[in-house]
């Protein structure tokens, strides 16, 4: 076949068929390309009408601040300065050093026959559903404070797994009927390995690293069965560890009071009957989770869902404080949330993880809190 004859076939060929590959696949590249790039000054664009607006920009910058992966976000439009201007008109007062005041709680006492008081029903569970403006939320009251522990996956001090287990799987471990996600992890890439700072899981330390994270707060309960909220942020190893022992900490997590523009957390929510001041509303709105507890001993297990679940953006600190005190905590403390928060009862989610692929589960954990 002549040459002539070559491109003459050629020429009556489809116009795919004389494409060539490389030249396919260059023209994919570049409009994936000009995808990412569309989605990315949209993004960008979005972010800009956001914080052209105080109530909106103020919202945004303190709730993704909050989260694990997205903190970049509000660099992106707004100076640093301008974001510590608004962490500043939106946070919580400082709470100093307060010890929990024991003599608020009166646990009831049982008769010499191991009798509870008349009206009292120490096995009492109660599940309460709350509905908020930008949130939803299911509170979990546990008559007997005994009941609620720590577990978690490790199985001698600092011996964890090298992945976290879903809650399901640490309350059904423990034998537990249900739970809620603990506290401050390797959260990152959805790893869970292991807690930080401290955890106390029946008597025992399973980890005692104060200085691993800044700004952290121990939050706990005693073998007398009072919850505790610790600022150990100054202390040592050693200077936790003699705590631990002298204080009677028989099951204790960590969370962090914010400490920077790249921590924006925070623990205490009520301390001895008094709510904790706000700025604004205290902070973002996100998936929360939370520990109280009644003068009556009564043990209160929060979350609230948000970053979309049920159409909803999530809780703030205000609103996380409101919820306590309406029912009645003497003590109150928030833990890690966000995509981590999640509680587990009778077999089910109460509430999921928020990422999508784990609506029907939760992240990977370290440690619970569960109720036995």
Not at 16 to 29: D, E, L, M, Y
Not at 116 to 129: A, H, K, L, Q, R
Not at 182 to 200: E, Q
């Amino acid at each position: 076949m002549t040459v002539e004859e070559k491109e003459k076939k050629a020429s009556k060929l489809p116009a795919v068929a004389r494409t060539s590959v490389p030249k396919r696949i260059g023209q994919f590249f570049a409009f994936v390309g000009v995808f990412i790039l569309i989605v990315a000054v949209t993004l960008f664009v979005m972010l800009k009408v956001i914080c052209a607006y105080g109530a909106s920009k103020n919202t945004f910058v303190t709730t993704v601040l909050e989260t694990g992966q997205m903190k970049f976000l509000a660099s992106l439009v707004l100076s640093e300065s301008e974001i510590q201007e608004i962490i500043d008109g939106t946070k919580l007062e400082a709470v100093g050093d307060i010890n929990i005041n024991e003599g608020m709680i009166s646990l009831p006492q049982q008769g010499e026959n191991g009798e509870t008081p008349e009206g009292v029903d120490m096995s009492s569970i109660e599940i309460v559903e709350i509905a908020g403006l930008t949130y939803k939320a299911t509170l979990m009251i546990i008559q007997d404070p005994s009941r609620v522990a720590v577990a978690c996956t490790a199985s001698a001090p600092d011996e964890w797994l090298e992945e976290g287990i879903p809650l399901k799987n640490i309350v059904e471990k423990a034998g537990a009927i249900g739970g809620v996600n603990g506290g401050l992890y390797n959260s990152h890439n959805n790893v869970g390995g292991h807690a930080y700072g401290i955890v106390v899981a029946d008597g025992v330390v399973i980890r005692n690293r104060p200085s691993e994270a800044s700004g952290l707060v121990l939050v706990g309960l005693t073998d007398n069965n009072i919850l505790q909220i610790i600022d150990i942020s100054k202390m040592n190893a050693a200077e936790t560890e003699k705590m631990i022992k002298e204080m009677g900490i028989r099951d204790a997590v960590c969370f962090q009071e914010q400490t920077s523009i790249d921590n924006n957390h925070f623990v205490q929510l009520v301390l001895n009957g008094v709510p904790r001041d706000v700025k604004g509303a205290g902070s973002g709105l996100n998936p929360r989770t939370a520990i109280g507890q009644r003068a009556d001993g009564a043990i209160m297990l929060l979350v609230t869902d948000g970053r979309g679940s049920n159409g909803h953006v999530g809780a703030s600190a205000a609103d996380l404080i409101e919820i306590m005190t309406r029912y009645g905590a003497v003590n109150a403390a928030n833990i890690d949330g966000g995509s981590s928060t999640c509680m587990y009862y009778n077999g089910e989610y109460l509430q999921n993880s928020v990422t999508f692929y784990y609506s029907q589960s939760s992240w990977k954990l370290p440690d619970a809190f569960i109720v036995r």
